[in-house]
Structure formats: C-alpha cells, structure tokens
C-alpha cells in the first residue's frame, strides 16, 4: 500500500509563496517521478510540475518562472514552492508519483495520489 501525504497549503495574499510538500511511503521501491497537479473549481486536473529520477524536471506554463519542484529521493518526499501566487492558483493541489509498489505479491508500477490540499489565493 502506497501512502502520499500532503502538506504546507493555505489561504495566502496574492503576490506571496506557498511551499507545498509529499511524503511517499508504503511498500513501493523505484520511484520514477513525483509531481504535483491541481485542479480548480469547474474545471479539469492539470499538471503543475513533475519531477523524473534523473532529476528532470516539467513545469506548466502558467507556473514556469515562479515555481520550483525539488525532490529528496533518501527522504521519498517531494517539494514545491510556488512564487508570486496569483489568484488563478487557487485549487486543489494533489501529489502524486509513478512507482513500484507491491500489490498482490508482485511489483507493479503504478501511479499513487494524495488526497490533495487546498491552496488559495486571495486578491
């Protein structure tokens, strides 16, 4: 069972910063990325940022430039801080990974999520 734990999310100003953080735990092994994605009211999930075991990393557009995602493989934690928060920021922000994880006594890859965390921006 994989767990992913989300935190660090909140009400915040326009103009200010979040640092969000996952925690990765449970019988998995050869993470092959983490990331985050968010999803706004009415409309669809999207990818914010994702981050690959080489340490490559993706951004969206909307966030290029103000966001940075970090991992700690040892630790099985991935980080994103966010800059100059704007109100379109405003979601839900969900952790994920893609991993070997044991499920039905074989390792199978597979891709894991939090239960998300609130992040709004107010004007």
């Known amino acids: 069972q994989v767990q992913l734990v989300e935190s660090g999310g909140g009400l915040v100003q326009a103009g200010g910063s979040l640092r969000l953080s996952c925690v990765a735990s449970?019988?998995?092994?050869?993470?092959?990325?983490m990331g985050w994605y968010r999803q706004a009211p009415g409309k669809r999930r999207e990818l914010v940022a994702r981050?690959?075991?080489?340490?490559?990393?993706v951004y969206a557009d909307s966030v290029k430039g103000r966001s940075t995602i970090s991992r700690d493989s040892n630790n099985n934690t991935v980080h994103l801080q966010m800059n100059s928060l704007q109100p379109e920021d405003t979601g839900v922000y969900y952790c994920?990974?893609?991993?070997?994880?044991?499920?039905?006594?074989?390792?199978?890859?597979?891709?894991?999520w939090g239960q998300g965390i609130q992040v709004t921006v107010s004007s």
């Open positions: 981050v690959v075991s080489d340490g490559g990393t």
């Open positions: 994920f990974c893609n991993s070997y994880a044991l499920r039905d006594s074989a390792w199978r890859r597979g891709d894991y």
């Open positions: 449970g019988s998995m092994r050869a993470i092959n990325e």
